[in-house]
């Protein structure tokens, strides 16, 4: 990628720049908040979250040496996740025992419905351990490669099978129960 930067000798503009903040930010925004939030950042964090990823990612920027800008974002958005749930582990919240009630506008149940099933999803996704979650939104859900997966996890390509293998037994089970 190359810019028109003004004031720059024109040797030196022909030079490609690998990539700039300001692009990445506007790229990456949507996808970094929703890998956060399915990777367990709860909405209530969401924001606090995805300032922190952006944080890294630029100061990690000049580190930055190729290939998939997309897979080494996503392999922030991991670490800042585990980080995160972490970090809750050792601080927890003390939710407020009567939380507001949330008003729907009427005529909208399709959305409901898939509110709810979005909520049902994240409640299964909570009680996984952190490295099956991760395997599992990073290829069923973000449609990865299990190659892709294993690689952004940092894991053996048969442990990332394994975690997938697991996470799966374990949201079944999960939405058996739940209807039984």
Do not use: K
Not at 45 to 50: F, G
Not at 55 to 77: E, K, M, N, P, T
Request: glycine share 4%; with cysteine; hydrophobic share 40%.
């Amino acid at each position: 990628m190359t810019l028109d930067r003004p004031g720059v000798s024109p040797a030196v503009a022909a030079v490609p720049l690998v990539f700039e903040f300001d692009v990445i930010f506007r790229e990456e925004a949507a996808y970094v908040g929703r890998t956060l939030r399915y990777l367990g950042v709860r909405e209530s964090h969401l924001e606090d979250a995805c300032q922190e990823a952006f944080l890294v990612i630029h100061r990690r920027l000049a580190d930055y040496r190729g290939g998939s800008l997309r897979a080494w974002v996503r392999q922030i958005c991991v670490h800042v996740a585990h980080n995160h749930r972490r970090s809750l582990h050792r601080h927890p919240e003390d939710p407020s025992a009567h939380p507001p009630e949330v008003v729907s506008p009427p005529e909208q149940h399709g959305a409901l419905e898939r509110r709810r099933l979005r909520q049902r999803l994240l409640a299964v996704l909570d009680e996984l351990p952190d490295e099956q979650r991760a395997t599992f939104v990073l290829f069923e859900i973000e449609h990865l490669t299990m190659a892709e997966t294993a690689e952004a996890l940092g894991c053996p390509l048969q442990t990332a099978y394994s975690r997938l293998h697991a996470a799966r037994e374990r949201i079944q089970t999960a939405i058996r129960e739940e209807e039984s």
